[in-house]
């Protein structure tokens, strides 16, 4: 059973400072769907609301695609979406083994067999049993985020916000981390969500696209469509126009 996700009249406010106003958006099971923008733009905010670290002021979120899906909140939703952080030092417990890290979300949600599904969880993400009892500071920062993708995974999840998966990464390294994510949504039927700033690699690991601007969705369009430059909004002329880069003049 495969699930995707269903956005409808998102808000987020902090304090007077409106986040996210008035965001919708649906992602079909089993589809790689991107949300593009510049800093400050929504795009994170948005993921956060969706698993419920970001308060949702008004709107709905809902899980789409088979009957008796779990509603938001519950345990078995947190189960059936899960979240790769930017920083993967940061969002790893800088005091706990591997092992430790991998073990918890395990008895968070009393599922057993931990040793083997560690085990599986790591070979998956191409680290090994050698990485178990490694702390965060001795892997490097390639390695932690595979760390992070195999916590997210060992839960066997329907959905994976991808917050910048690769931007805290070397260029050599986020290809790598890519084409992990890429092949982890063929074998297991993932549906993606991924927060980038990137429009190539947007461009690569989805299907469609939304474009925010100061927390709102500016407009929606397919992937081929913004490799061929077929965009309507003068912004995303301009996000375009930036990912390209610094050109020297005559």
């Known amino acids: 059973m495969k699930a995707g996700l269903s956005i409808e009249g998102l808000r987020v406010v902090y304090d007077d400072f409106i986040a996210v106003d008035d965001v919708s958006m649906r992602v079909e099971p089993g589809e790689s769907f991107g949300i ?5 733009s929504g795009k994170s905010t948005v993921l956060r609301a969706v698993c419920g670290l970001a308060p949702r002021t008004a709107g709905t979120v809902s899980l789409i695609g088979a009957a008796g899906l779990p509603e938001p909140g519950t345990k078995a939703y947190r189960r059936t979406l899960q979240m790769v952080f930017q920083d993967p030092y940061g969002s790893l417990h800088p005091r706990q083994t591997v092992d430790r890290i991998l073990a918890e979300p395990l008895a968070i949600h009393d599922i057993g067999d931990a040793e083997a599904r560690i085990e599986r969880a790591l070979d998956e993400v191409g680290l090994g049993s050698g990485f178990r009892f490694r702390y965060p ?8 985020q595979r760390v992070a993708i195999a916590r997210a995974l060992i839960l066997e999840p329907q959905i994976l916000l991808l917050d910048e998966p690769t931007s805290a990464l070397d260029a050599s390294v986020q290809a790598e981390v890519l084409n992990l994510l890429e092949d982890m949504r063929r074998r297991h ?23 925010m601007q100061r927390g709102r969705r500016v407009e929606e369009l397919s992937s081929a469509d913004l490799a061929r430059r077929h965009v ?4 995303t002329k301009r996000l375009m126009e930036a990912s390209e880069g610094f050109r020297r003049g005559a």
């Open 232 to 235: 309507s909004d003068p912004y």
């Open 36 to 40: 593009v923008g510049e800093s400050g």
């Open 137 to 144: 500071h001795q892997l490097s920062g390639g390695q932690r």
């Open 189 to 211: 039927g993932l549906t993606f969500v991924m927060v980038s700033h990137d429009l190539a690699v947007v461009t690569h690991m989805c299907e469609r696209l939304m474009v």
